[in-house]
């Protein structure tokens, strides 16, 4: 059996994408939290795993990686998840729905980027107008993106791809955030089949706060 631990924040969405792939594959990891609110992403031991002070890092027997999305492509590979299609079109494409949340969204809602934001507004208000400015047009280009497949009932189809679970963190963040997704009918219907899998179910933020 392999030796997994991954290094991971419970309310940070790269390592929730991370822990829902992992649950997918049934692996049986080791959880090292790093205080994202302490700080504890810059401090020397951590940077030493990721110098740019992001969580997560995935270690397997000893082997280090970082960066959330090829960490998945690792797992799904490793494990034949066959969370990419086999056509390298549709591949492209469901790519290209997992990067439109986790490339454009999600790295301008992190916590260093509205830390910035705050500092430079003079006002903790900056935040939530900030992220919500972020979230609120990546859902409807997301929504929209849909719109190409069919949701029966994940993202592109009846397989659960890299897109529901670069979707999932980012509805969170949705929630937590003040951004209702009502208006998207699909993005509602993917969510609702997604909160029926276990395996998204036990990554939730929730689910995994105690560690
Ligand atoms: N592209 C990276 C982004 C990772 C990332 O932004 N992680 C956030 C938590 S979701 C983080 O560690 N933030 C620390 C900070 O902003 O100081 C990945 O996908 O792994």
């Known amino acids: 059996m392999k030796d997994i631990t991954l290094y991971d924040y419970w309310r940070s969405s790269a390592s929730y994408r991370v822990r829902i792939a992992l649950n997918l594959a049934k692996i049986e990891y080791k959880t090292v939290p790093v205080d994202l609110l302490k700080g504890e ?34 797992i799904n590979e490793t494990y034949n998840l066959g969370l990419l299609p086999e056509k390298i079109a549709d591949r492209t494409k ?59 009932p994940y993202c592109t189809g009846s397989d659960i791809s890299v897109a529901d679970v670069c979707l999932m963190p980012q509805i969170y963040n949705a ?6 997704i009502d208006k998207y009918p699909r993005i509602v219907s993917v969510v609702k089949a997604c909160n029926a899998d276990s395996a998204f179910v036990a ?7 105690a560690n």
Do not use: M
């Open 175 to 180: 929630n937590r955030w003040g951004t209702s």
């Open 41 to 74: 992403q810059r401090s020397e031991v951590h940077l030493t795993r990721q110098p740019q002070g992001f969580v997560p890092v995935l270690e397997v027997d000893g082997q280090r990686f970082t960066q959330s999305l090829a960490i998945i492509e690792y």
């Open 203 to 209: 990554a939730h933020p929730d689910n995994v706060k």
């Open 94 to 152: 469901v790519r290209a729905l997992a990067q439109t949340l986790a490339i454009d969204v999600h790295p301008v809602c992190n916590l260093a980027v509205t830390n910035f934001a705050v500092e430079l507004s003079g006002s903790q208000e900056t935040r939530p107008i900030w992220i919500k400015s972020f979230i609120e047009p990546g859902l409807k280009a997301f929504e929209t993106l849909l719109g190409a497949f069919e949701q029966s």
